[in-house]
């Protein structure tokens, strides 16, 4: 929470924070990060903060957070703090954890306390050359919003009217509106500054126990809001906490972010962010560099881990520890997967000759990926969890370095716990998604395919024409945009002061799922169009409630595109069209790599690469999204509807 981290939060100072709790008890940090076990030692400091925790009371949880800018500090990759003005929900960084159980009501409503939104030069009459590239209409509402539970099932969409909160009498007259987890309004109609929005999620008991994450997700404005670290966790209990090794076991939660910032401190152009890829800053946990985590010998902890950054993956391993890890995506598994420490020469791979294809993986999480873990404290000494490199894309500059993320320091003063027994409780919802099934529910394929498609470079200057059409062979398989060209491309970023770009500098990408619709064969072929999510032409999925069916999501690019669909979790049964001998529970998974992209102008890769998933389509009709979760790609058009009716 920056600079009040180590501060214990009263409710008065809470109010402030823009924060009210109708319903719920507040948990300031330094309660949420004591250690148990009782000793005379003193061991040494430990800088590990929890963010602050809302927990549910009676079966509800009932807040309503208020979106500002917050001024702040916050340590860059050597430690060294920043003054920072960023975006933020709740007054804090990261947002708080909001903690319930299986069957619990949340209810948050969102109240937009930001500025209004900049004014941008019209596209028509052509501005001069003097004046920025004209953004896409959809980039242009920084500051207008929305809400998304992360891997919940829950109802997608805006519940019907009439409609009466829980505890309250009907209002036939003048009915509330209140919204589930709905992400598809235009960004026109996203929550604008001044605005509020009541969201309502009510949980299944057979709901996954887990850990889970809320954010931002308004098309357009999601990688600049989350890329300011306005994202919290999201903590469901249930039966897997209630093992008594594990109820015994102190928790922590892990927030990896990596806050977007430029040199004044500001986070204010969509192209700033989109100039970040694999070289975002280092990420942060809790909104500390490196913190020190205490720990007794022969102690168990069970850590959280969310990966609420905008682009990198992370790859963990603890130094001379195993990690236990018994959920992923918020879906507890039934035996532990156990992840051995990575060995320590991987940790700088040399670079002459080029890095190696690839790398040992320790527990790897792209973004939007969580995990939980158990680790048992080995002999006293320092120890480091690390990020060891991984590929975010298939190049040397794809390739992510190592980095120290944590410091654990084992105290000798025996602690002796219990790692728990298998097999780990885990709820029907998440049973194995069969052949059987499939074929009885009519095995309905699906092929979705995410791809960047790059135009042919334009070599004259910016003032004609303004702005440059899609031009070169790598348009043939778009449909073709007409008047919706200027929401197609954006501004890359050139720092303050220097003269306006030239058309061959300008990214001219489109960034896009393809999808041949319906189809019964296991090769359907690659399809044909390809169109951004902004473009009236854009592809909505219709799938039937209680439908199970086979999708196959395949990868054009050499990049680590993460797929993340919402409202129901992927049962992943193979990867590159073989089959997986422990299929498992997602709700979001990086792509494979594509060794040999498409030459421009052609539909299909020399090496089509994919992973395959099965979902039931289970209790909720409504509209929600699938998408990349490289947030940049995704506010650039890489996203498609679903549908339930």
């Known amino acids: ?198 969201y309502e999620y009510r949980l299944r008991e057979d709901h996954p126990a887990g850990t889970y994450w809320y954010h931002p997700h308004l098309h357009g404005s999601s990688a600049m809001q989350v890329g300011s670290g306005m994202a919290g966790a999201l903590v469901i209990e249930g039966p897997i906490d209630d093992v008594p090794e594990i109820a ?27 100039s970040f890829t694999s070289n975002e800053p280092a990420f942060l946990i809790n ?84 995990t939980n873990v158990l680790v048992k404290a080995g002999a006293p000494g320092t120890y480091q969890l690390r990020n060891f490199p991984i590929e975010n894309g298939r190049n040397p500059a794809g390739v992510l370095p190592g980095d120290v993320v944590a410091t654990v320091i084992v105290v000798a003063d025996p602690f002796p716990m219990n790692l728990p027994p298998e097999p780990l409780p885990v709820t029907p919802f998440l049973a194995p998604i069969t052949d059987e099934e499939l074929a009885s529910n009519g095995g309905l394929k699906r092929t979705i395919v995410m791809r960047v498609i790059g135009s042919q470079p334009v070599p004259q200057d910016i003032p004609a024409p303004y702005p440059v059409p899609f031009t070169g062979p790598a348009a043939t ?75 196959t999501i395949v990868n054009m690019n050499n990049i680590r595109h993460p797929f993340h669909i919402h409202v129901n979790p992927m049962y992943i049964v193979a990867i590159n069209g073989k089959r997986l001998a422990e299929p498992f529970w997602a709700d979001t998974m990086p792509l494979p790599f594509n060794d040999n992209p498409p030459p421009i102008g052609e539909d299909t890769p020399a090496t089509v690469t994919s992973f395959t998933f099965r979902m039931r389509f289970l209790h909720f009709t409504g509209r929600y999204v699938m998408h990349c979760h490289m947030l940049v790609h995704e506010d650039m058009g890489m996203m498609q509807g679903v549908t339930v009716v």
């Open 477 to 551: 398989p778009l449909v073709q945009p007409g008047d919706e060209i200027t929401d197609w491309v954006f501004q890359q970023y050139f720092p303050p002061g220097e003269s306006p770009p030239k058309l061959s500098q300008i990214a001219n990408k489109v960034y896009a799922l393809g999808s041949d619709g319906n189809s019964s064969s296991q090769n359907p072929g690659m399809p044909k169009t390809y169109i951004p999510f902004q473009s009236k032409k854009a592809v909505t999925q219709m799938v039937a409630l209680n439908a199970v069916e086979e999708w």
């Open 248 to 274: 015994a076991a102190q928790e922590r939660v892990f927030v990896f972010q990596a806050p977007l910032y430029d040199n004044t401190g500001q986070l204010e152009s969509f192209a700033f962010v989109a």
């Open 1 to 198: 929470m920056a600079d009040r981290t180590n501060e214990n939060v009263s409710r008065r100072e809470f109010l402030k924070l823009g924060v009210t709790v109708t319903a719920g008890a507040i948990v300031p940090p330094m309660l949420a990060a004591c250690g148990g076990g009782g000793s005379s030692y003193v061991p040494p400091k430990e800088t590990f903060v929890e963010p602050l925790t809302i927990q549910s009371v009676n079966g509800v949880l009932d807040v309503t957070l208020a979106l500002s800018y917050l001024t702040t500090t916050l340590p860059d990759s050597t430690g060294k703090r920043q003054t920072v003005t960023l975006r933020n929900m709740f007054g804090m960084i990261p947002a708080p954890t909001l903690r319930m159980r299986v069957g619990d009501l949340l209810r948050i409503k969102v109240l937009n306390n930001l500025p209004s939104n900049p004014a941008y030069p019209p596209v028509n009459p052509v501005p001069p050359a003097t004046l920025p590239w004209p953004q896409p209409a959809h980039l242009r509402y920084p500051n207008s919003t929305n809400l998304h539970t992360h891997g919940l099932h829950v109802y997608p969409d805006v519940y019907p009217q009439p409609y009466t909160p829980p505890g309250q009498n009907p209002n036939t007259s003048n009915p509330p509106k209140v919204y589930g987890d709905f992400v598809v309004d235009d960004p026109e109609q996203g929550i604008k500054p001044g605005e509020t929005r009541q």
């Open 287 to 370: 909104a500390v560099r490196q913190p020190t985590i205490v720990m007794k010998s022969g102690e168990v902890q069970n850590w959280r881990f969310l990966n609420a950054g905008t682009f990198n993956m992370l790859n963990l391993s603890l130094d001379g520890h195993t990690l236990y890890q018994y959920s992923h995506d918020g879906n507890p598994r039934r035996t532990f997967k156990l992840n051995p420490p990575l060995p320590l020469s991987a940790f700088t791979p040399p670079t002459t000759p080029p890095p190696p294809a690839s790398y040992p993986e320790g527990i790897v999480l792209a973004v939007g990926n969580r």
